[in-house]
Each structure stands twice: as C-alpha cells, then as structure tokens.
C-alpha cells in the first residue's frame, strides 16, 4: 500500500459543512438483506451503516455498502469487488484521529488491525465483523483508536 498523507488535525464538525439529505428511491438489496436508505454524501453514509445493524459481514463490505448507498461505489451485495481497508482513502480527505473532531459519515480506519467502521455520531461507530455480525459499538478496535479517518465529500 502507498503511504498516505495524513494532516495533523481533523477539521471540526462546524468547520466542515454536512450536504443536505435528499430523499431518493431505495434500491432493494439482496436476498436476506434489508434495502439500505439512500443519501447524500456523509449523512447518508451514516444512514446507510446505522441500517446494516445485525447483518453478518466483515468489516470493508459494510462501509462498501454504505459508501454505495450514496453513489460512491457498487456494493457488495450487487457484485461489487471486495475492497479492503486501505481502498477508502480514495474516497475522501485523510485525517489524523481525532475524536473531538469526528462527524457522523466519517470512515475510521485501523490499517494495522486491518479493520474499517462508519462514525455515526455521539461516540458510536458502526463495525462489521465482530463475531460474524455488524454492531453498535464505541471509538475503539481492541483497544486502539483509528490511525486515520476519511472525510467523503
């Protein structure tokens, strides 16, 4: 993998303004699967994590599927390629960890671990992969912050 540039500090929530929801048709997913909400930009990506709840998959096809909620890439559940953990960089600005800075949408990522999640807000992150299954859960991926995270916009 490249070497990634990483700025010293996340822009704050207020710094960095949020694209308005727009209402658009829902896609149905595959069988098994609830149709995931659309969006726009990171409101949406949050949307798209936050109904992906109890869905066994691993960590890179929840945020996959997220990211293609709002048109940024195909899902997984409609053939899209496995993209791993250092692919999200592509799609945003990386930053530096900084958990005073985060806004809902915003992909952490533990290249290390190798392990990816959606920042939903309120210090809750949506992770695929813990046990087969896709959780609610805190800031942390045992027991270490995100090395960087990825502002789509």
Known sequence: LPEIAVPA????????????VVAAEVKEAGPGYSALPAGVGAPGIADAALAQLGWAQDCTD?????????????SRLDGGYDMGVGSFAAYGTVYGFDASALAPGDILVWPNAPHAAVYVGGGSVVHGGWGNNTVLAGLQNHGAYPDYVVRVG
């Open 9 to 20: 500090q996340l822009p704050t929530a207020e710094e960095q303004p949020l694209p308005v």
């Open 62 to 74: 929840l945020v996959q599927n997220a990211m293609a909620a709002v048109g940024l890439t195909t």
